[in-house]
């Protein structure tokens, strides 16, 4: 009897420092839903690991709470003391807290579903991607800007957002999410 393989996320720190030194490619396997429409479960990523150089807008692979992340860098911030990476699920209202580059395994170059695979390391991939990052990043503004129109109007408590803010701006960036995902993956650049 064959024992099943272990995900990525379960090899631990040590191996994830592994694949950061060693710059191979990896395939994952994506199991949540804060990267829907663009990621599904079940979806196959590449990860080329050890990558030292992001774009806004990149699939970045990070090591967080014993578990393998994928994200969009929505902003990098260089300083004297290095590049950090601000990362936020298409699906998520808030950013993640920075990333430095030690903390990144990699950046995703590829996805697989249903048998077909496409390269998201192209330049109109990238030009997309770098478009959800901005949307993303401002329907996350919208939706904490709509808090504190409540919160000065209507007092504390309650949602964090009027219910109408938090629908617009969700579906605004999943249909745009979903038209330029659709666009891409149909004409397979």
């Known amino acids: 009897m064959t024992q099943p393989r272990p995900s990525p996320a379960h090899y631990g720190p040590a191996v994830i420092r592994l694949w950061q030194q ?7 396997t994506v199991h949540g839903h804060s990267m829907q429409p663009l990621l599904r479960p079940g ?22 709470q014993q578990q393998l992340v994928v994200h969009r860098a929505v902003r990098l911030n260089r300083s004297t003391t290095g590049l950090t990476l601000v990362t936020k699920g298409d699906n998520a209202l808030r950013c993640d807290a920075p ?16 048998g077909q695979t496409v390269s998201i390391d192209r330049p109109g991939w990238r030009g997309v991607n770098h478009i959800i990052a901005c949307l993303s990043l401002g329907s996350g ?17 309650g949602n964090p957002a009027p219910p109408f803010i ?15 995902g659709l666009m891409m993956w149909r004409t397979g650049r």
């Open 22 to 28: 060693t710059g191979q490619r990896k395939t994952i």
């Open 141 to 157: 503004r919208l939706v904490i800007m709509g808090a504190r129109l409540k919160r000065r109007f209507c007092g504390r408590g």
């Open 99 to 114: 990333l430095t580059i030690n903390q990144v395994v990699g950046r995703v170059s590829g996805l697989s579903r249903g």
């Open 43 to 64: 979806d196959r990523l590449t990860v080329a690991c050890g990558v030292t150089t992001f774009r806004r807008g990149d699939l970045v692979v990070f090591y967080r």
């Open 166 to 180: 938090r629908l617009a701006s969700g579906r605004l960036l999943r249909l745009g999410l979903h038209l330029m």
